[in-house]
């Protein structure tokens, strides 16, 4: 038998709310797929499940609240047959440990039901409290006023960002390093692509950043991983946490997976995505849990440098400020150029700042062939 | 197309970018992206919106032109006109 547990969306993650169920007993699931939407204090997360089975029973209803680590699920695995017993001591010794109500088919009243979709409010994620556990018009209108608390949630998010923060500074021996890399000719090579391009195939600096910090990963080992029981593993791929700002406040930095292989068409459509479903809610697990290492890029409206705070157990942030025009002396010569000033936050456990400044010097070779990338 | 339904077009596609926008918020002859706070993903979405909407390709030399709320609709009356 498996058991489908909550897992950690991310080091400042340590519960979660299961807002839905994506598969019902006797559903056939294969890697990959998403079974249960969770929320985070940060975000609704798709979680997804990494081995092959057949749906027993559901053990947590929507709208509880469990630790990560809780079994959220029995999946028979395939050729396994059904056993009443084992799974009935499973779910007693989960809910002595999170005491999640269990799953009952949903009773509504018809009143309610209308509501519901006059608000736009999942039945399954509301919890009832009529007769039979049914759902009340109360309960959906309670539903939808809890819904609508930006308020909570920021304050949320706010939390996990400082936890997440101050884990970091109180565990990680930050060292930081930053250069001046000149863009003329990623500008150029950029325009005149995008020229080329209808609006929708259109590129953005972001991408180029990105390729380069997940091919400078690729001759760097030491930056691209995790730091977990006291020693570093580095990762074979390179999957970058993108920093996304949400507009309401706080952010986010989903992983775009296996960036070194990706070339800056798929990048862009990644990203676009990534941003799009960050901004309606919609992440997927994996994203969430598993980046190697943040790209924190501020923008053109943003400021000339990043002070990145690694994100744990990752071990290095870079950050690229704004491109902006500066003056810029080369053979003798003074001219205006494009720059950005690219910076480095990494963990003296696994490196140090030669490397660092190495590691620097190799993504600012990268962007001067940005036709290579 | 009259201006007013250009109006309308160019604050429904920002809405769809920043949903929590007011109109009477815009300060029309003033910079739009730092004022909405509009990054350069924001900027294309905001760009690509207006494509699907009212079916103008807006090439990125012309991005000068858009710096205020009223500078983008003076364009795009231009090019539909």
């Excluded at chain 1, 807002?19 to 798709?46: H, I, N, Y």
């Excluded at chain 1, 809780?70 to 007693?92: C, H, I, K, N, Y």
């Excluded at chain 1, 296996?258 to 809610?281: F, H, I, N, P, Y």
């Excluded at chain 1, 997927?284 to 598993?290: F, K």
Aim: aromatic share 6%; with cysteine; hydrophobic share 45%.
């Amino acid at each position: 038998m498996i058991e489908f547990k909550l897992p950690s969306l991310g080091s400042d993650m340590d519960q979660g709310k299961l807002l839905e169920w994506k598969v019902k007993p006797g559903d056939t699931v294969k890697r990959g797929d998403v079974v249960a939407v969770v929320d985070t204090s940060k975000a609704a997360v798709d979680v997804e499940i990494w081995q092959e089975g057949t749906v027993q029973e559901l053990i947590v209803a929507p709208g509880a609240t469990v630790p990560v680590g809780t079994v959220l699920a029995t999946l028979l695995a395939p050729g396994e047959s059904m056993d009443f017993g084992t799974t009935q001591a499973v779910s007693a010794t989960i809910s002595s440990v999170a005491a999640p109500a269990l799953v009952a088919r949903r009773r509504i009243s018809p009143a309610a039901r209308k509501r519901a979709e006059e608000l736009a409010i999942d039945v399954d994620t509301v919890t009832g409290t009529g007769p039979d556990d049914a759902v009340t018009l109360q309960d959906v209108e309670q539903a939808a006023a809890a819904q609508a608390q930006p308020q909570d949630r920021q304050a949320e998010m706010r939390k996990a960002i400082a936890a997440a923060m101050s884990r970091s500074k109180r565990e990680i021996p930050h060292y930081y390093l930053a250069q001046t890399i000149p863009l003329e000719g990623a500008t150029a090579w950029l325009r005149d692509e995008n020229s080329r391009r209808p609006v929708t195939g259109r590129l953005l600096m972001a991408v180029l950043f990105l390729k380069a910090v997940a091919l400078a990963c690729c001759r760097f080992p030491e930056m691209n991983g995790v730091f977990r029981d006291g020693r570093f593993e580095a990762s074979g791929a390179v999957h970058a946490g993108v920093a996304i700002s949400l507009r309401q406040g706080g952010l986010i930095a989903p992983a775009i997976h296996d960036v070194s292989s990706k070339s800056l068409e798929e990048l862009m459509r990644d990203l676009t995505d990534l941003v799009q479903r960050v901004r309606a809610g919609s992440l997927r697990s994996s994203e969430m849990s598993d980046p190697t290492i943040t790209v924190t890029n501020l923008g053109d409206q943003g400021a000339d440098t990043v002070f990145g705070v690694i994100y744990p157990p990752q071990v290095a942030l870079v950050g690229f400020g704004c491109v902006r025009d500066q003056p810029w002396a080369e053979q003798g010569m003074l001219r205006a150029l494009p720059v950005v000033n690219v910076s480095l936050a990494a963990d003296h456990r696994v490196s140090d700042g030669h490397r660092g400044a190495l590691f620097l010097a190799e993504i600012r070779e990268l962007l001067q062939y940005p036709e290579k990338l | 197309m009259y201006e007013e339904e250009i109006r309308a077009a160019v604050l429904a596609t920002l809405k769809t970018i920043a949903p929590e926008l007011q109109a009477s918020e815009i300060q029309t002859d003033r910079p739009l992206r730092n004022q909405i706070d509009l990054d350069s993903m924001d900027w294309l979405n905001f760009l690509i919106g207006l494509h699907q909407r009212l079916k103008v390709d807006i090439p990125e030399s012309d991005y000068g032109k858009l710096g205020t709320f009223d500078g983008i609709v003076s364009y795009l009356a231009g090019k539909l006109g």
